[in-house]
């Protein structure tokens, strides 16, 4: 599997879980209460409620990096993939820590918009930003394990 097939598989996935998970979340009600327990009904935690998107897309990311992974019988591979733009070190011998750390705050600051405050803009940018994450990861990884 090429870079640019993985690349579209990971674009397809994150295209799916923009359409599919708000419809999905969307049908989830909370069952109605028993006359007989005093008590509510019992929700997720509001942070786990708010971070779906973004971990549906991180799924799909982790189950393409060691799928790729898997192929090339590297372990390794699937730690850098996972690294996003801290991967770098794997690709060039004069990387930069300044630049992987403005990289990867900046990619983490805008997956986390979502999870902030949900909304359809949040989500685009969020699941763009996880994709980005595992794309460069990707790059980065495959990078080495064709030069090496």
Same mark, same amino acid.
């Given at each position: 599997?090429?870079? *640019?097939?993985?690349? %579209? *598989?990971?674009?397809? /996935? =994150?295209?799916?879980?923009?359409?599919?998970?708000?419809?999905?979340?969307?049908?989830?009600?909370?069952?109605? @209460?028993?006359?007989?327990?005093?008590?509510?009904?019992?929700?997720?935690?509001?942070?786990?409620?708010?971070?779906?998107?973004?971990? /549906?897309?991180?799924?799909?990311?982790?189950?393409?990096? !060691?799928?790729? !992974?898997?192929?090339?019988?590297?372990?390794?591979? %699937?730690?850098?993939?996972?690294?996003?733009? $801290? !991967?770098?070190?794997?690709? $060039?011998?004069?990387?930069?820590?300044?630049?992987?750390?403005?990289?990867?705050?900046? =990619? %983490?600051?805008?997956?986390? %918009?979502?999870?902030?405050?949900?909304?359809?803009?949040?989500?685009? /940018?969020?699941?763009? @930003?996880?994709?980005?994450?595992?794309?460069?990861?990707?790059?980065?990884?495959?990078?080495?394990?064709?030069?090496?």
């Amino acid at each position: 599997m090429t870079f *640019w097939t993985a690349s %579209l *598989w990971l674009l397809l /996935a =994150v295209v799916a879980a923009l359409v599919f998970c708000p419809r999905i979340l969307a049908r989830v009600k909370p069952a109605p @209460a028993s006359p007989l327990d005093c008590k509510s009904t019992v929700r997720l935690p509001r942070w786990l409620e708010r971070s779906a998107v973004v971990g /549906a897309a991180a799924f799909v990311g982790l189950t393409l990096c !060691a799928v790729m !992974a898997t192929t090339h019988d590297d372990p390794v591979a %699937l730690l850098y993939s996972m690294a996003g733009p $801290f !991967a770098e070190p794997m690709a $060039f011998a004069d990387y930069s820590w300044l630049r992987m750390g403005v990289h990867g705050t900046a =990619v %983490l600051l805008v997956a986390s %918009l979502h999870p902030i405050r949900p909304n359809e803009i949040t989500a685009v /940018a969020s699941l763009v @930003a996880v994709a980005w994450w595992f794309l460069v990861g990707l790059g980065l990884t495959y990078s080495h394990l064709v030069a090496g």
